[in-house]
T-cell receptor, first 112, second 114 residues
Framework: SQQGEEDPQALSIQEGENATMNCSYK?????LQWYRQNSGRGLVHLIL?????REKHSGRLRVTLDTSKKSSSLLITASRAADTASYFC????????????FGTGTRLQVFP | DTAVSQTPKYLVTQMGNDKSIKCEQN?????MYWYKQDSKKFLKIMFS???????INETVPNRFSPKSPDKAHLNLHINSLELGDSAVYFC????FGTGGDEQYFGPGTRLTVT
């Protein structure tokens, strides 16, 4: 399967703590994206990092990319209860950029 | 102003029936997609259309037929529904569709086949 793997599958933390999610993928990529999915809702794009970038920030989000290890991490700092959601990474393959391959997702629960 | 909308939100039907899900985007995007999300939350692409032309057609039973009357609409028709078709179906759109640009998702249609 082309599907990426995310780790951990589930994560529970207290408000104010940081949350780190990891994503591993299998192919050479053009870019990697992170999406959030609240329960019963559609996915929302969070951040895109290109294959020639190593780190990117957006508000409380920090994404790193290591193409040599075919892995990425998403760090959410100072988490809030509203951050409770599933988080997915998605990769755009270098050779077939027409589609995104989504990872298996990390379910994040932030307790107030 | 909903960017990507889908109807219906819920669809409960019996095996063997034929049903359609409609999707519309008002973002002016060129590319639209259908995804299937199963009970384990795995999200898999089914089809994509770029300006009414079929671009991606993954290994999907031919009971599923997409139709794009114009670049703002992409509908999904499913014939002879089976229990295994139960899932949440998401429509999405992106500006170009190549290079892996960011996608905007609809709210999903939860299909339950009994």
């Amino acid at each position: 399967s082309q599907q990426g793997e995310e780790d951990p599958q589930a994560l529970s933390i207290q408000e104010g703590e940081n949350a780190t999610m990891n994503c591993s993928y299998k192919t050479s990529i053009n870019n990697l994206q992170w999406y959030r999915q609240n329960s019963g809702r559609g996915l929302v794009h969070l951040i895109l990092i290109r294959s020639n970038e190593r780190e990117k920030h957006s508000g409380r989000l920090r994404v790193t990319l290591d193409t040599s290890k075919k892995s990425s991490s998403l760090l959410i700092t100072a988490s809030r209860a509203a951050d409770t959601a599933s988080y997915f990474c998605a990769t755009a393959d270098s050779y077939n950029t027409d589609k995104l391959i989504f990872g298996t997702g990390t379910r994040l629960q932030v307790f107030p | 102003d909903t960017a990507v909308s889908q109807t219906p939100k819920y669809l409960v039907t019996q095996m063997g029936n034929d049903k359609s899900i409609k999707c519309e985007q008002n973002l002016g995007h060129d590319t639209m997609y259908w995804y299937k999300q199963d009970s384990k939350k795995f999200l898999k692409i089914m089809f994509s259309y770029n300006n009414k032309e079929l671009i991606i057609n993954e290994t999907v039973p031919n009971r599923f037929s997409p139709k794009s009357p114009d670049k703002a609409h992409l509908n999904l028709h499913i014939n002879s529904l089976e229990l295994g078709d139960s899932a949440v179906y998401f429509c999405a759109s992106s500006q170009f569709g190549t290079g892996g640009d960011e996608q905007y998702f609809g709210p999903g249609t939860r299909l339950t086949v009994t």
